[in-house]
């Protein structure tokens, strides 16, 4: 995709590995068909936008993890009108750890800061949500070199997650609670 890419050519390129990453974010398949097309409306209606034609991938993911982010909103906005929820739960609380805030931006710098290789198989493999050999074909290592970069990866975020936020989980590991650390020295975006 050198000159200005189609919608079409995106979603040739894109689609199934875009539906493997909002499904394994929502609870059913419908709704991620639902944000899977929401998602490509929004790319057809910005595609002559876009600047930098060489990251369309990024681009397309970025507009993926608005939309699921609009979609928890809608939810959330949509308990707390029924009254199923306390509204002051629903909203984020800046003192809190950025598990609790509105957006993304904090995971992404986290990301960022791992090393290079490291960085690119974390992203591939967490964000796009590619598999491990999928990551392996993308940047021509071995299986086993890739498996080796994303566990590596994914051990350097933990440790960034660890020195910026405490967690409590419940018994089947799912997020309970955070507390940011007061000496904390990663994921500063929500003070």
């Not at 079409?8 to 944000?35: C, G, K, M, P, T």
Request: a neutral charge; hydrophobic letters at 35%.
């Amino acid at each position: 995709m050198s000159s200005q890419p189609s919608t079409e050519a995106v979603w040739s390129h894109l689609s199934s590995d875009l539906w493997r990453f909002i499904r394994r974010r929502v609870a059913d398949d419908h709704a991620a068909a639902d944000l899977l097309q929401e998602t490509f409306v929004r790319v057809h209606r910005g595609i002559g936008t876009l600047q930098e034609k060489e990251r369309v991938a990024a681009w397309v993911y970025r507009i993926a993890r608005n939309v699921l982010i609009d979609h928890r909103r809608r939810a959330a906005n949509s308990a707390a009108a029924l009254g199923d929820t306390d509204p002051a739960a629903v909203e984020p609380d800046d003192r809190r750890c950025p598990l609790r805030c509105g957006g993304t931006g904090w995971l992404d710098e986290l990301i960022r800061s791992l090393p290079d290789g490291y960085r690119e198989a974390v992203q591939l493999a967490e964000v796009e949500g590619l598999s491990q050999q999928e990551v392996a074909d993308r940047l021509g290592l071995s299986l086993s070199g890739a498996k080796s970069r994303v566990q590596r990866g994914r051990a350097m975020l933990k440790d960034a997650l660890d020195r910026c936020c405490r967690f409590e989980f419940d018994v089947r590991g799912n997020l309970l609670d955070s507390e940011p650390r007061p000496d904390r020295t990663a994921c500063r975006g929500c003070e």
